[in-house]
């Protein structure tokens, strides 16, 4: 029972059509629920993978964990996927699992509202109103761009452009161009214009740390293995994850354990930066791993390149022609590019959905997101969130936590349809512990206390993103659905 354009109501809507959206859609399937649709505000699949195409975009997690553990690709061209090489795989895993035809591309949620008197959710998107009795949200938290709040930078006579919007029209050849931001996209895109523009002003606020990139090309004999061995690639991304879990030792059991790490990363930082006055800069003064830690050979040497020059006196406003600094220095530019990252806490959807009182989730969360095991919301029946708050896995793959959200909704649904409820809704008493858990456990974390201002803390200083302990402990407390953790209500 594919979405036809005609039908209006569904057992499940979901939001999304990237990571997240799709491996649900293909979980239903083989669930044997046909009756779906998702909706998608572009006009392909693909999510963050799609929309941003800047130079040198890549996946900083390895393409044997950065993949579905049920659609293993033996065909990645290198040891960290390719912004380019994910997209296809997401448009590979939609056709081959017949996900397609569910899809309604070019529909954006407006608003999603609960019904309580008919127990559904109603969707008003641009192509028309939708209901469903579950919502599934994957609209995932690097969807919106974060355009900082400037003076002025509305009023620049330039050409201007986020990283994730790249401007592929606009030639950089011989430009004066300015980059705001020197994060983990800003790390990847640098080294790519730096050779192409007359001369780069960097104007950066906090420095990141960075690693020595390990990623190299995938070996012919390789993918033969893998092809023919299939098990030889699980094997791989099960050594891989056990990795990255054990990174949650340095990060929240005992953060002072980062230094063995850090002392990796000041030894390449020295190395690839001879002059002392721009080392000092590039240095960070906080806790490795209070901030995104970044990978990247290329980086430090195109900051040392005598085309670029590092700002780190704070900007006072944008000019017509520029960027005046708070030393009074106004600094002429021709292109101004924001690598300033993504709304995560205030993310527009979230005044967008309504719940069973009418408040919409950025008034229930009053700046603080919070989901039981980072899925389901009190006051908001039949939500799941993919990927939700406090459900990121330190430095391991969000893919983990997309497939056990994911998991989870399926439990619930079976539950639901066996005990023939039409609502579920996390207790109140249920949702609050878990958050007074949560922040107790990420008290001590090197996010917490690592010394920096990052987007991972929201404008109340909550930390909102990371799941509190190991990925295990993840995947242990999403592989069933416990009814007694919530209300069920009949029809």
């Known amino acids: 029972m594919a979405a036809t354009a005609t039908r209006t109501h569904f057992r499940v809507a979901i939001v999304g059509a990237g990571f997240s959206g799709l491996c649900m859609s293909i979980r239903l399937l083989e669930e044997g629920i046909r009756d779906f649709v998702v909706v998608e505000r572009a006009d392909e699949v693909g999510g963050t993978w799609r929309d941003n195409t800047y130079p040198g975009c890549q996946c900083d997690i390895p393409s044997a964990l950065y993949s579905f553990s049920f659609a293993p690709n033996p065909n990645w061209s290198r040891f960290y996927p390719l912004q380019e090489e994910i997209r296809e795989y997401l448009r590979e895993c939609a056709q081959r699992f017949g996900v397609m035809p ?26 028309g109103e939708i209901t469903a009795d579950v919502l599934v949200g994957g609209m995932g938290g690097l969807s919106n761009p974060s355009v900082p709040t400037i003076e002025g930078l509305d009023q620049f006579e330039g050409t201007l452009f986020h990283s994730s919007h790249w401007d592929w029209d606009h030639d950089l050849a011989g430009d004066r161009v300015g980059v705001i931001g020197t994060g983990a996209s800003a790390v990847q ?25 390990p ?20 094997l791989l991304r099960s050594v891989l994850y056990g990795f990255f879990e054990a990174t949650v030792v340095t990060t929240i ?27 000092a ?32 006196e704070s900007i006072e406003r944008v000019t017509p022609g520029g960027v005046l600094t708070a030393d009074g220095v106004e600094h002429e530019l021709d292109t101004i590019i924001l690598g300033t990252g ?55 793959s969000i ?22 409820a039409r609502v579920a809704e996390v207790r109140r008493s249920v949702y609050d512990r878990w958050a007074r858990e949560t922040d107790r456990r990420l008290a001590n974390s090197v996010w917490n206390e690592g010394g920096c201002q990052s987007w991972y803390l929201d404008a109340n200083g909550r930390n ?24 069920l209500r009949p029809a």
């Not at 990623?215 to 699980?234: F, H, N, Y």
Request: net charge positive; glycine share 8%.
């Open 102 to 127: 569910y899809i309604r591309f070019g529909h954006e949620v407006n608003e999603a509202e609960w019904d309580e008197d008919r127990h559904r959710w109603r969707l008003q998107t641009s192509g």
């Open 189 to 213: 895109f640098i080294p790519m214009v730096q050779p192409q523009v007359g001369h780069m002003t960097v104007f950066q606020r906090t420095p990141s740390w960075v690693m020595p990139d």
């Open 215 to 234: 990623d190299r090309p995938v070996t012919e004999l390789e993918r033969t293995l893998w092809r023919r061995l299939p098990i030889t690639q699980r």
């Open 253 to 279: 059991v005992n953060k002072r354990l980062s230094s063995l790490l850090e002392r990796v990363a000041r030894r390449h930082l020295e190395e690839q930066v001879p002059d002392p006055v721009l080392r």
């Open 281 to 312: 800069k590039l240095t960070p003064k906080y806790t490795l791993g209070c901030k995104r830690i970044t990978l990247s050979n290329t980086y430090y040497p195109a900051m040392s390149a005598p085309n670029v020059e590092v700002i780190t």
């Open 342 to 396: 993504f709304k995560v806490h205030d993310n527009p959807a979230f005044s967008r959905v309504r719940g069973r009182d009418g408040k919409t989730l950025r008034e229930a969360w009053g700046g603080s997101p919070r989901a039981y095991l980072g899925t389901t919301i009190s006051g908001f029946p039949n939500l799941f969130l993919l990927v939700g708050p406090n459900s990121a896995g330190g430095f391991n």
């Open 399 to 420: 893919i983990f936590t997309t497939e056990s959200h994911v998991n989870y909704a399926i439990a619930a649904l079976r539950t639901m349809a066996k005990r023939g």
């Open 464 to 487: 909102g993103v990371w799941w509190p302990g190991f990925m295990a402990g993840l995947w242990l407390r999403t592989r069933r659905f416990n009814p007694a953790e919530y209300e």
